[in-house]
């Protein structure tokens, strides 16, 4: 039975209300013991390994429920092992893989895929998330029974919202039966065919199309009421604009099962990023204002907000070369995510450790219904281990993840992982 004692770390746990100064020891891939008191205690002589973590934060593993790894179909973008590799890199034990593949995963054969991928990278844990219709084309069910049974954890058809208020309806419902998130990427296309940007200032002084915010605040206000019809568990992807979050708040104060998730990139940067035609900062829902994104911070910091997630999106070097209005939306973001949020957030006073463990942890495992978000004893012992102090540089050809296409590449920042363990084995170290 392998143990390992981490001696030394500042263990944060949301769950349960813990911030000290203590030890963890892991045996056979679980938490045995945590507390004040294993800092000094005697080191045991029984083969135990001892890591000294002095200086450095050990979380519950941090957990990413909105990411897209490609695979089936797709894999010269990112592949299951690719991303799962590049989790693990960035700090976090565990992701969630959207449905957008080919063939999608709207059947229990690509779900079992998706696991079975996993399995074999032996890095950050994969949840699949089925897709909500058949062939993600937003008229009949697909299979949701079959895909929770072989391990879906939620559905969502991703960045293609479903525009049909019956399906939707049926989709909530039938959820229910479950106890599962729904997630819906909120937009209305109908109201902005061939938008590529925020409609604004800068979309004007660019040329650009423009999406406007209430896109997204129609279809939040319509899948709200939704889920007050139905009971269901509705969940906001990469929630973005101020309108959006005040819904969500109002729906929560009225005892609602809504939830919703904000990414790094909306909380660091706005529409005035895209003023050089950089297709790096081209993203769906686009950046918005600097109000928008004040709104965001709030909603972190007054419990709105249930989780930070990236949203990650590897694209081709050659795809995301063409033209700004012809080149894909998404950016990566696995890799760069806890830095920017250490240095941005907490390391600006923004946000407490705690806080930001709790919407990169505890918050993602509560709304997917998924272990870990904890460091009780007994609980796998997926742990974060990262340096609030470590100054690193964003270098995006040192990515696992095969994706580049980030607006973050040269930023010095201060805060980054060192070390990911998934029950308790070393999936990632920065030594």
Not at 264 to 277: A, G, I, Q, R
Not at 326 to 343: K, M, N, Q, R, Y
Not at 353 to 368: I, Q
Request: glycine share 10%; with cysteine; charged share 25%.
């Amino acid at each position: 039975m392998k143990r390992l004692l981490i001696r030394g770390a500042r263990l944060i746990d949301p769950s349960r209300g813990l911030d000290i100064l203590g030890g963890m020891l892991i045996s056979d891939g679980r938490i045995e013991a945590i507390g004040a008191e294993l800092v000094n205690a005697p080191d045991p002589h029984d083969g135990t390994e001892i890591l000294d973590a002095t200086g450095l934060v050990a979380a519950p593993g941090f957990i990413d429920m909105h990411v897209h790894l490609r695979e089936p179909g797709f894999e010269y973008k990112e592949t299951i092992a690719s991303g799962a590799d590049a989790a693990a890199a960035g700090g976090f034990t565990a992701v969630a893989a959207m449905a957008n593949t080919s063939p999608p995963n709207d059947n229990a054969s690509v779900t079992e895929f998706v696991l079975k991928k996993a399995a074999e990278a032996g890095k950050a844990r994969v949840y699949p998330i089925g897709s909500i219709t058949k062939g993600m084309k937003g008229t009949e069910l697909a299979e949701i029974g079959e895909m929770v049974e072989a391990g879906a954890v939620a559905v969502s058809d991703d960045g293609l919202p479903v525009s049909n208020i019956s399906v939707m309806r049926r989709a909530m419902e039938y959820t229910t039966l479950f106890d599962i998130p729904l997630i819906e990427h909120c937009e209305t296309p109908e109201l902005h065919p061939g938008g590529v940007m925020n409609e604004g200032f800068w979309s004007t002084s660019l040329g650009l199309r423009g999406i406007p915010r209430a896109s997204e605040e129609i279809s939040v206000d319509r899948n709200i009421a939704l889920a007050e019809l139905t009971g269901a568990r509705f969940h906001v992807a990469h929630l973005s604009t101020e309108g959006a979050l005040r819904r969500v708040a109002e729906a929560k104060d009225r005892g609602l099962r809504v939830t919703c998730e904000v990414t790094p990139h909306h909380l660091v940067l706005t529409d005035e990023s895209v003023k050089s035609y950089d297709t790096h900062a081209k993203m769906k829902p686009p950046l918005v204002t600097e109000a928008d994104r004040e709104a965001l911070i709030n909603g972190l910091k007054d419990g709105t907000v249930d989780a930070i997630a990236t949203d990650h999106a590897p694209h081709h070097a050659d795809e995301k070369g063409e033209d700004f209005d012809h080149a894909p939306f998404g950016i990566v973001g696995l890799e760069t995510a806890v830095s920017l949020c250490l240095d941005r957030l907490v390391g600006t006073g923004i946000l407490s450790m705690t806080r930001f463990v709790e919407l990169m942890s505890t918050g993602p495992a509560r709304v997917l219904g998924v272990s870990g978000g904890t460091l009780e004893v007994g609980a796998p012992a997926d742990i974060s281990l990262f340096d609030p102090q470590k100054r690193v540089r964003v270098d995006p050809d040192k990515f696992r993840s095969k994706g580049r296409n980030t607006p973050f590449g040269g930023w010095e920042l201060t805060g980054a992982p060192v070390r990911t363990f998934v029950a308790g084995r070393v999936v990632w170290s920065a030594e």
